[in-house]
């Protein structure tokens, strides 16, 4: 059994709060590094993180990149997409392929 | 390119014949693993490139409308409509191999405490947006789950690929030719050890040849001077 978990400023996760989700409310990039350090070691399976502070925390979120889980999934937040989700994709086809073939288009 | 630093000798030579078979199999194998790896996840990352893009206009309309319930209620009354989550959400994170990967695959499990109902709320003090909000956010969320699998599969499959696609070059260009190239290199040592052999013994033989000729001619020589002599 593993939790769902969401990293978030209070208005992009309070929504998915009330969904069931675990809910951490953080204010700024530290704070949610300090969350990040908490979460991984307990037994979650995804860890939704909003792009403002996948973005900060992109350093911390790498090193736990080779792990089975947790899941650490950049979405939306309340202040709109970054584009960050898609572009983790679009590094992914770098690494994997060695140049961008699916996104070349934008 | 790099001859690999051995003695030519039989011995060396009968095993690197069969580890740059071993290699060129191995090759060969790593190349397929490759290919599959890279169709799998090529497939798969245009899927998260389409299920991204189809989830995040959603997720703007949530919480547009948690926004506008944000709005239209205090926010002690919000906090407090959502402070006690009436369902919860349990994952159940299973391993799924794909190519001798290990990927997570996810169910979860959407228990709702009573009444089937989502809301952890009465409707009497909280406004519609927020209603409308939580139901979009039930709606879009398996689909969300789908988006942390794929993605974090694909997420490991690329660094996968990057390996294989390592150990692939490595062989094709490092291992592979410094084999045929000791290879080689041993054979055409042994084939000069050969022929140095070879014409040695000849020698040898033209030596001992000559010795007995000189023999032969002194042996009829005396025998020509004892007769002439008599």
Known sequence: MNKI?????????????????????????EMAAGILRDV??????????????????????????????????????????????????????????????????? | MA????????????????????????????????????????EEARAIKALREEIEPQLEKVYQSFAIARAEMNPEM????????????????????????????????????ETGSVYPYGFAMTSGALDQSIALLTALFPQLMKLAEMEKEAMLLADEIEKTRRRVNALEYVKIPAYQETIKYIKMKLAEDERGNQTRLMKVKDMMVAEQIELERARSAKMLEEYTSA
């Open chain 1, 40 to 106: 991984v070691k307990e037994d979650y399976g995804i860890i939704f993180i909003t792009e403002r502070y996948y973005k900060e925390l992109e350093a911390d979120i790498t090193k736990y990149a080779e792990l089975r889980i947790p899941a650490i999934i950049a979405i939306p937040g309340s202040d709109g997409s970054y584009g960050i989700g898609l572009s983790n994709v679009k590094h992914a086809v770098e690494k994997a392929v060695g140049a961008d073939i699916l996104f070349g288009d934008k």
């Open chain 2, 78 to 113: 919000l906090e407090e409509s959502l402070m006690f989550p009436k369902n919860s959400v349990t994952l159940v994170a299973t391993t799924k191999n794909v190519m001798s990967v290990d990927v997570p695959s996810f169910q979860f499990q959407h228990s709702s405490t």
């Open chain 2, 3 to 42: 001859r690999l630093n051995v003695k030519p000798t039989r011995m060396v030579l009968s095993k690197l014949k069969s580890q740059l078979k071993v290699a060129i199999k191995g090759h060969k194998l790593m190349k397929d693993k490759r290919d599959e790896l890279m169709r799998i996840f090529l």
């Open chain 1, 5 to 29: 978990g969401i990293i978030g400023d209070a208005d992009s996760v309070l929504g998915f709060k009330a969904f069931g989700l675990e809910a951490h409310v953080c204010s700024d990039a």
